[in-house]
């Protein structure tokens, strides 16, 4: 597993627009993967659109909402230095990876989408035939993906993402930017979301991975993880 690599994109942006409401990354969908990942010996380097701090979403550090994997990343000086100090996308765009990930979290909405450099990133990864995987309100880093055939990344894909029900729930969907579900719709994606809202979904699509939410962050990293065990 040591020449494998992995690249986990998080958000930089800590508020909702003019909102005044804190936000930031969804904590638990960077520590299952960051955990299992370490466990397999697979190097893991933690980005974000401008490099530096992350800001987490306060909602996400609920001890009720914390499992013993994410309170225990929490907990590791290690993790938090490594969630302090990220690389940029500028700073990792020329490597190779065999995985890149997309964590969520509000924040997510905000830089992920227009981002060019992380478009770039994206396009590379995934018409070399590596994989590319987003959870929850990461799916957004999708949406604006063109290919070299001139069409959207996520057009005639199966996938999922944070859906408009789940924002409802979340009582966030007067605040954000855009509806996902209905954005990634509008892309031609074949958007699929679990039976039950904030239940765990995660959907492949050859190499493409998504997770629909933050309740779907262990079976994702499972997923994603199970197969470079296989090579």
Same mark, same amino acid.
């Given at each position: 597993?040591?020449?494998?690599?992995?690249?986990?994109?998080?958000?930089?942006?800590?508020?909702?627009?003019?909102?005044?409401?804190?936000?930031?990354?969804?904590?638990?969908?960077?520590?299952?993967?960051?955990?299992?990942?370490?466990?397999?010996?697979?190097?893991?380097?933690?980005?974000?659109?401008?490099?530096?701090?992350?800001?987490?979403?306060?909602?996400?550090?609920?001890?009720?909402?914390?499992?013993?994997?994410?309170?225990?990343?929490?907990?590791?000086?290690?993790?938090?230095?490594?969630?302090?100090?990220?690389?940029?996308?500028?700073?990792?765009?020329?490597?190779?990876?065999?995985? %890149?990930? =997309? #964590?969520? @979290?509000?924040?997510?909405?905000? &830089?992920?989408?227009?981002?060019?450099?992380?478009? *770039?990133?994206?396009?590379?990864?995934?018409?070399?035939?590596?994989?590319?995987?987003?959870?929850?309100?990461?799916?957004?880093?999708?949406?604006? %993906?063109? =290919? #070299?055939? @001139?069409?959207?990344?996520?057009? &005639?894909?199966?996938?999922?993402?944070?859906?408009? *029900?789940?924002?409802?729930?979340?009582?966030?969907?007067?605040?954000?930017?855009?509806?996902?579900?209905?954005?990634?719709?509008?892309?031609?994606?074949?958007?699929?979301?679990?039976?039950?809202?904030?239940?765990?979904?995660?959907?492949?699509?050859?190499?493409?991975?998504?997770?629909?939410?933050?309740?779907?962050?262990?079976?994702?990293?499972?997923?994603?993880?199970?197969?470079?065990?296989?090579?």
């Amino acid at each position: 597993m040591d020449n494998l690599k992995l690249l986990a994109i998080v958000t930089g942006e800590g508020e909702f627009v003019n909102k005044n409401l804190r936000t930031g990354l969804w904590l638990s969908e960077l520590t299952h993967i960051y955990h299992g990942a370490k466990k397999q010996g697979i190097q893991i380097t933690v980005a974000s659109p401008k490099g530096g701090d992350t800001p987490i979403d306060p909602e996400s550090l609920n001890p009720l909402l914390m499992d013993e994997i994410t309170k225990t990343c929490w907990e590791d000086s290690i993790f938090k230095n490594v969630l302090q100090h990220t690389k940029s996308l500028d700073e990792v765009s020329e490597f190779q990876f065999d995985c %890149v990930y =997309l #964590a969520g @979290g509000h924040g997510s909405m905000y &830089d992920f989408p227009d981002n060019i450099v992380l478009q *770039a990133i994206l396009k590379k990864q995934y018409e070399n035939e590596k994989k590319v995987a987003a959870i929850c309100h990461g799916v957004c880093g999708l949406l604006n %993906v063109t =290919l #070299a055939s @001139g069409e959207y990344l996520v057009k &005639d894909k199966k996938l999922t993402g944070f859906s408009r *029900a789940e924002e409802i729930l979340a009582r966030k969907e007067r605040v954000v930017p855009f509806d996902l579900e209905t954005e990634l719709k509008d892309r031609g994606a074949r958007y699929e979301k679990a039976l039950i809202p904030m239940t765990s979904k995660v959907v492949i699509d050859g190499n493409l991975f998504t997770g629909e939410n933050p309740f779907s962050s262990k079976k994702m990293a499972e997923v994603i993880l199970q197969c470079f065990s296989k090579k």
